[in-house]
């Protein structure tokens, strides 16, 4: 029999190499893990592009995972979230998952990316009426959220249906410019974006070395981690100062400084961002003559396709989310010619969307007409308007919300 020396040396170093990734991977998992919760409040890179990092937050029974976009970043104070959390004063902090421009297709990429480590936990899902009552999503807005790993993770997701991917590759194929330096990316989601016997076979075919991309990238990610944890040596231990909340006090101290950031204007937009509203005033524009143009515009909004896509991948995972959207800022938006009447459009659509699902959904419609809750026509959580959504935030963590 001839000897294949170069066979068995072959596989034994494929042997060691997996052998290697799966040391690595234990290891790094092991690290992040015991980590996590120092490097919460951090918001680095990873935390956005990967998926470590959030895998090893759906492991800390403390840490409440937030995804959501700039109505979580915009603003830099005491009142916000990760802040007003920081010291456990109930048992837990929040971990965002949060940048300028997030929408719901980002997010949706970002959940299929956990798989069945969403199963069964609490996870919020934050957004505001901009998203869906103003412009389309621009494409340099998604792009500048792109992850490959997430794009990966959803197109080859063995646990999401193959309706849900082809609903989401329809979605991605939109942005190009997100796939032209990826020819294997874009090809498999051609694939999925069409019906016939022949595509289905070629991104069958693909699946193979899709997942090696996907495990390549994780270890990346990987890598990523440990390098700045080498790099930047953390103190796993975290200081609790378990309290009782003094809600009134809060929100009275969080509303007076609020005033003191709105002393320019009747409308409660913070005095920085004025002047982009001030002809409100010198040009007042006429009740209700926007209110077709708006609800039109809210009705055909391609960001409700994109959500539907958010919402099933939540179903499909298993997950436990609350979604919350921020009120509409009705007086502003009725000087800028469009009644409460047509505003409520945003929240019967995102009802509808929300209810088919049985998730539990808050709106703070009621707030509406509060000039305090927002700082601007885009619904960017005021100070005041933090200590509502974190006392949303605590009732959910607690099981008060259902």
Known sequence: MRSTPHLYSGIIALLILIAAGIGFDVYARSLEHNTVNALAPL????????????????TQSDLLPVYGSSEITMIDTPYDAEQFFSTYPTGFTVFDV???GAASLTMAQDLAALGPDLRGKKIVISFSPATFTMSKLPPDYYAGNFSPLHAYEMIFSPYLSTALKIEAAKRMSEFPDTLKDDPFLHFAIIQMTRTSRANRILYYLAWPLGEVE????RLQDHAEVLSYLWS???NPEIKKTPQTIDWSAAFSAALEEQKQHTLNNPL?????????YQHVVTDPIPAGSEDKNFINRVEGHPEWTDLDILLRVLQELGAQPLILSRPMNVHLWEALGVSQQAQNTYYAKLNDSVN???MPLVDYQQY?????FSIDQGAHTSRYGWVYVDQTLDQFFHNNIH
Do not use: K
């Open 368 to 372: 509406g007409t509060d000039i305090y």
């Open 356 to 358: 088919q699902y049985h």
């Open 268 to 276: 409660g937009i913070e005095d920085d961002r004025w002047w982009w």
């Open 43 to 58: 918001d680095l890179n990873q935390t956005i592009n990967g998926n470590a990092l959030q895998r090893a937050a759906l």
């Open 232 to 234: 930047h040596p953390v």
């Open 214 to 217: 996907i495990m390549t990238m």
């Open 98 to 100: 949060a940048n300028l």
